[in-house]
């Protein structure tokens, strides 16, 4: 590409970084849509532990790129990083496709292949995630105008696989039979090797920096000894090992995340608060921070049931016959991405168009709790005095996603920049693992308010009864709405607080 179209234009790399995302999250989310039914048709788990698990499962994929970002920063560098922590995803999912080949036999063997490929996956996706989306900005000379719209042509990149992994995944492994589950791992094995071969091919040829040097290569200073293919393979082992350990340990033995992520945060914002070197207004910014990062637990854990509870009401007490064909209860998956994809360009024109109107970034993350809140409340209607076993159309869990994917827009980009610009430099890093942190912790807070979806049963959370959908929905829309009209209340003063 010559200067005047790389000026113009986006450089090659942009589409070749596109594409490696894009058959990432093509595997990731289509193996997700039918995680839980796999674990409740075929290893026969009850729902409640299938969510659990789910929930410790998503939770630990947000805890590991906190190690996968430090160790390329200083050993391994972003290219090399990607393509190991791609082949272990890719691995991850071939031993699921020879756990769902013999999910029937009942032994032991089947149990140790399931959590082995879900800790794979886990220990994979920490090395891929933080340092695929780090090269994205290197492509371009500091302070250029391109960066934002090749952040949003890389974010469609992440939802075009979002949208075809559930939809390619769920059509060769949710056929009803529990034995071609095996399929959409395999198939998102399959995607996560063109993931690898994509950027292995073309990263040094293409994924170059302004001045046409490779990009992620090993940091200058690295340690040559960490380098070593032995050393390295070594510690994949480890890393690997101690996923399944800790995955295994929360879902079969004790249930530790949350006091484990409890006191992640408590130890940074000790490190940070006590800190002598920063300003009180520096200080009063972090307090925001963490202020936001607690309230995104309240959205991500209601908006995260879509792997879990969401999908039991999918297969359950949706009509998915089309009458020609019965629409697998893995593809309502693929409707948030493309919702995001629709919607998004629309998104970022009402924030242009409103001008000096445009909402503070805290009153558009209570906007988009709000929203969360709605969907909630459409879908509840569509349920109230329904029967168990009556099917409902599927326009009440379209809308419902629709909505969400709404309240994300509003949040989940806000939410990231404020914290860019809001960290005080020398804590960027440490302050985006309290954002990921606070992720982590809704996860696994999801998969426990799936485990009360109304199975024949009734359940209690917090003295709140569930006896039916109705009051399992209505418990989403308490919990988003009310913590939207507290962040609401919060906005004007935290919008000064932020000293912009």
Known sequence: MNQENGQKGHPKGLYVLFATEMWERFNYYGMRAVLVLFMTKALLFDKVFASHLYGSYTSLIYLTPLLGGYIADRYWGNK??????????????????????????????????FFSGLGLMIAGNGFFKPNISSMVGQLYPAADKRIDSAYTIFYMGINTGGAIGPFVCGLVGDTGNPADFKWAFLAGGIGMILSVITLYYLNNKYVVSP??????LTPENADKKFLKPLNMALGLVMLSATTIGLLYLDAKVVNYLFYFLIGCILLIATIIYSDKSLSGVEKTRVTVIFTVSFFVIFFWSAFEQAGASLTFFAEEQTNRDLGFFVVPASFFQSLNSVFVVALAPLFAWLWIKLGKREPASPLKMAIGLFLLAVGYLWIAFGVKGVQPGIKVSMIWLTGMYMMHTMGELCLSPIGLSLVNKLAPLKFGSLLMAVWFTANAFANKLAGVLSGFYPDGKTTNFLGYEITNLYDFFMLFVGMAGVASLILFLLSSKLKKMMHQ
């Open 80 to 113: 090399r990083s990607i393509l190991l922590g791609g082949l272990l995803m890719a691995a991850g999912e071939f031993v699921l496709f020879f756990c769902g080949s013999m999910y029937n036999s009942g032994s032991d063997l089947t149990m140790l292949l």
């Open 211 to 216: 001045d046409n040097k490779p990009l992620g």
